[in-house]
């Protein structure tokens, strides 16, 4: 290829990292996200918002995108206002969801070996329970207020998804057989989703 092809190749990449560093330079020279208590002692409006690194418990999916560009747009939305404006990036160490989910792969492996061997759940029994569960939810949603939202499932139900164990949860997740084991130690997690 010659240089001109080369070139328009890369042209639009080339223009994106030149209107980076300019919108970063700009920002840098007018320090735009520096904030500094006011001199003159007056109180503008103030605005603090954090979002914490997700855990490392599972994959990273559209969800955190969609948390975390909802404070990122709320932020930029008073800076522009004239409010002074904190965003730090935060963290969350308890790691006990990273402790539960290596806890559930050891107690999966001792009580149903390695690579374990779940029991099947009867599907009669399912589809008998899950009527009966839509039933109640039809008997709740005629007692309520029409003008109140109330969401179909709570936030644990929506992220739970199909799977009953914590390894089909690995599987699910593109995580090998021969892999899910070491996950029984929370270490490993730091480890394997950096």
């Known amino acids: ?10 042209a639009r990449r080339d223009t994106l990292l030149k209107l980076q560093a300019s919108a970063q330079k700009k920002w840098a020279d007018e320090k735009t996200f520096e904030v500094s208590a006011p001199r003159d002692g007056s109180k503008p409006p103030k605005f603090f918002g954090n979002f914490p690194y997700p855990y490392m418990n599972g994959m990273l999916h559209l969800g955190h995108a969609f948390s975390l560009s909802k404070l990122e747009f709320a932020s930029a939305y008073h800076r522009l206002k004239g409010d002074e404006t904190l965003f730090p990036f935060a963290f969350h160490c308890t790691g006990m969801p990273i402790k539960a989910s290596a806890d559930k792969i050891r107690n999966e492996i001792a009580n149903f070996g390695n690579p374990p061997v779940f029991p099947v759940i009867d599907e009669a029994e399912r589809e008998r329970l899950a ?11 005629a007692l309520r207020d029409p003008t109140k939202f109330v969401a179909k499932k709570s936030k644990a139900t929506a992220k739970a998804g199909t799977q009953a164990y914590q390894w089909q949860i690995m599987q699910a997740s593109g995580v090998e057989d021969s892999e899910i084991p070491p996950f029984a130690d929370p270490k490993h997690w730091l480890q394997y989703f950096p």
């Open 1 to 10: 290829a010659s240089p001109s092809d080369t070139n328009m190749a890369t």
């Open 131 to 141: 009527t009966t569960k839509a039933a109640e939810a039809a008997k709740d949603a």
